[in-house]
């Protein structure tokens, strides 16, 4: 299994521009989340999603979109890309919601600087 | 929101030494997760804890949640350089898992 995925790794972007950053799970995982990291800060949660066709927003979701077509697939869609969009993001899922089974797993991050 | 606080926010320990580092939420804890993350890595997860009182180790690695389930601690015994690395914990404040984070200790571990 190659577990959480993410690509770009690295990503450059323009004041305006806009972008798709991938999440792909090969873990056959309901629940699929997108975190922001900001330096010396710790994760926030931006949007998440219980299923195929359900999301939600999480604690910063303006500038962004999420849609959920498949199980595996969790993309997120920045618009109008805006210097405070500087971070890193990473995705992750889980098989449950909450409980002491819910370990989330982790992708890599995407680490994205707008200018 | 929960708002988790880590203390420290850095150390550094000489191999071999133990540490602590302690995690306080302002609201009763659903669940606290606790993560290592490798500079440009992702998360590791090492133990989530749930019951007030409960304590979990894992190798080196024991964590408490206390009775009132609003602090939690985390004690590596005799570290080793491959305990380096950002320790965060995370709280899950209704049980969807929707985790906050607190900012993160960072670890040194010297020979």
């Known amino acids: 299994n190659a577990g959480v995925t993410q690509t770009p790794k690295f990503r450059i972007l323009k004041i305006g521009q806009s972008m798709t950053l991938q999440c792909t799970q090969d873990?056959?995982?309901?629940?699929m989340y997108w975190y922001r990291q900001d330096p010396g800060m710790g994760l926030k949660l931006i949007y998440y999603s219980v299923g195929a066709g359900i999301t939600d927003k999480g604690e910063v979701p303006n500038g962004y979109n999420v849609s959920r077509s498949t199980t595996e697939d969790f993309p997120l869609r920045l618009e109008l890309a805006a210097p405070s969009q500087t971070s890193v993001y990473f995705c992750a899922s889980s098989y449950f919601a909450g409980g002491p089974y819910n370990e989330q797993f982790f992708g890599p991050g995407t680490r994205l600087t707008v200018l | 929101s929960q708002e988790l606080e880590q203390s420290p926010q850095s150390l550094i320990v000489q191999e071999g030494k133990n540490l602590t580092i302690n995690c306080t939420s302002s609201?009763?804890?659903?669940?606290l997760y606790w993560y290592k993350q490798k500079y440009g890595e992702g998360l590791i997860f090492l133990m989530m804890?749930?019951?007030?009182?409960e304590e979990k180790s894992h190798e080196k690695i024991t964590a408490k949640l206390d009775e009132k389930k609003q602090q939690s601690s985390l004690h590596i015994t005799a570290s080793q350089p491959s305990h380096a690395g950002i320790y965060l914990c995370g709280a899950d404040g209704d049980g969807w898992g929707k985790l906050q984070f607190g900012a993160g200790t960072q670890v040194v571990v010297t020979p």
């Open positions: 609201k009763t804890l659903y669940g």
């Open positions: 804890l749930q019951k007030g009182g």
């Open positions: 873990m056959n995982h309901n629940y």
